[in-house]
């Protein structure tokens, strides 16, 4: 590879600058970030081993998701197939305080298919489909459920008063609760080298979201199943990256993501109908929903040191939630009327005029921000150990922190390590991370989202945590 040398000192001068912007990027408004829907530590093992980091150092076909110009360290063409493996267990409650269970792990494989060829001399083209949201959980055998506090409002809607928490409601049997929303993306990048030692790249992401849920709610007084599943594809999006060599020691990378909105629609099923003002009448109405995959700018530097067998790099990420995930809304449509399933005219007119023509889950998710450290050191010429820390903001603040979101925190941690092997044209990483958080605990229910009247509660008393953990395997087959 082509690469471009200056003085040492202009390297150190500018080495620090870099390091001084990130950690200013990095711990700007702390107190405003609050959850994750994006594993971190995913989408080749090398980058589980270094916790997700890797804007300044990413290489072959796993850059497609982390920083696109990595892709050209491609010599000739490298395929990767890799799966993370992530296994997350919640304990949180359904009643209120008193009623915290353990949800049974959850595993969620999350594979990467990657490839890049090297077209020209200076240019690198890829495709790669991967993972890139995942959000929710399960519990099993729930026996109490919160009727949340009692709100009186006035005219306008603005609360009078609060009068506590109601008792919660015990169902005649132990009922199961299930949220799992993924997003998956397809990209197609192209890389260029326009001059020793900058790269640049610029990738399409072509959007998939897929949403099931099973929840027991309160619907006009009646506590009864609904089950929605809804799927569909986005609107594409762009992902760009550079890297830059300042020297031989020195590399510095950055990378951008553009939101995007998928829309997905589907059905959702309500066995016991549309509550009281439904004669509990089961109805099979329409539903569509959107699902935004936010803005995210990620910048690092890498140091590479003792003749390249060691490096240490440094990285901050920000992820603009709270202009994409403010709820996520389920607009409901009578499409059977007349047919099975289908609700009366006359009761869909009173389930529009009440607000049951969509079922809105209140999120008003806050931007995450990530600073992190990662080191590797081949210790042999094929043999090379990673290890690395992250720490962030969740996203989700309390008042509409549910069983299925991560708890809110301001100091959740994250370690992972790992290795990689070189065998020839093979090279087989293997990684594992493990994210550390404290218990949030809820005080008092937030009357705007855990009300006696809402149907979908959030930010509900109670003490909520979650605990995460990670295996990475990947192979990279080069040329």
């Known amino acids: 590879m082509k690469r471009r040398f200056r003085s040492l000192q202009a390297t150190v001068t500018l080495a620090l600058s870099a390091l001084l912007a990130l950690m200013a990027v990095a711990v700007v408004e702390p107190g405003r970030a ?4 994006e594993p971190p530590s995913v989408h080749g093992a090398r980058y589980t081993g270094t916790g997700g980091l890797g804007a300044a150092f990413v290489e072959g076909p796993p850059s497609i998701f982390h920083n696109p110009a990595g892709l050209l360290s491609i010599d000739k063409f490298e395929l990767t197939l ?4 992530l296994l997350v267990t919640y304990n949180a409650p359904f009643g209120g305080y008193g009623s915290e269970q353990d949800s049974p792990p959850l595993i969620g494989p999350l594979p990467f298919l990657g490839a890049g060829f090297r077209v020209a001399d200076d240019w690198v083209l890829g495709v790669s489909l991967y993972i890139s949201v995942g959000f929710g959980g399960n519990f099993n055998n729930i026996g109490v459920l919160t009727e949340g506090a009692r709100v009186t409002r006035d005219s306008e809607g603005n609360v009078i008063s ?4 109601q008792d919660p409601f015990v169902p005649d049997e132990p009922v199961d609760q299930s949220v799992q929303l993924f997003i998956a993306e397809l990209a ?6 326009p001059i020793e030692g900058l790269r640049l790249a610029a990738a399409l992401r072509i959007p998939y979201g897929n949403f099931r849920a099973v929840a027991y709610q309160d619907i006009v007084g009646t506590w009864g199943p609904a089950e ?5 594809f986005g609107t594409p999006g762009v992902f760009l990256g550079v890297q830059y060599d300042i020297s031989d020691v020195v590399t510095i990378g950055a990378a951008y993501r553009s939101k995007v909105r998928v829309h997905m629609s589907g059905r959702v099923n309500l066995p016991e109908g549309l509550g009281s003002i439904g004669g509990g009448a089961a109805a099979n109405l329409a539903a569509e929903t959107d699902w935004f995959v936010p803005h995210m700018i990620r910048a690092g530097v890498a140091f590479h040191l003792m003749e390249r067998r060691l490096m240490l790099s440094v990285e901050g990420r920000v992820q603009l939630h709270a202009s994409a995930n403010r709820n996520l809304t389920f607009a409901l449509e009578n499409d059977r009327e007349g047919m099975e399933g289908g609700v009366a005219p006359t009761v869909w007119r009173l389930a529009q005029a009440t607000g049951l023509d969509a079922f809105v889950s209140n999120f008003e998710w806050k931007n995450v921000y990530l600073l992190g450290a990662a080191a590797e050191y081949e210790i ?4 090379r150990w990673r290890f690395a820390t992250t720490w962030g903001i969740n996203a989700t603040p309390t008042t509409t922190v549910t069983p299925f979101s991560p708890p809110p925190s301001n100091r959740s941690w994250q370690v992972a390590t790992g290795f990689g092997v070189d065998i020839g044209h093979l090279v087989l990483d293997v990684g594992f991370a493990a994210g550390l958080g404290p218990t949030a ?3 008092t229910d937030d009357p705007n989202n855990c009300a006696n009247n809402d149907i979908v509660k959030g930010g509900c008393n109670g003490n909520y945590s979650i605990n995460s953990w990670f295996m990475g395997l990947s192979a990279t087959y080069r040329l």
């Not at 197609?188 to 080298?193: H, L, R, S």
Request: overall charge negative; glycine content about 10%; cysteine-free.
């Open 188 to 193: 197609i990048p192209v890389a260029w080298e």
């Open 82 to 85: 890799g799966f993370t493996t």
């Open 162 to 165: 609060v009068d506590g928490t």
């Open 228 to 232: 929605q599943t809804v799927a569909g």
């Open 380 to 383: 042999t010429e094929n043999f």
């Open 34 to 37: 609050r959850a994750n829907s």
């Open 441 to 443: 605990v809820i005080p």
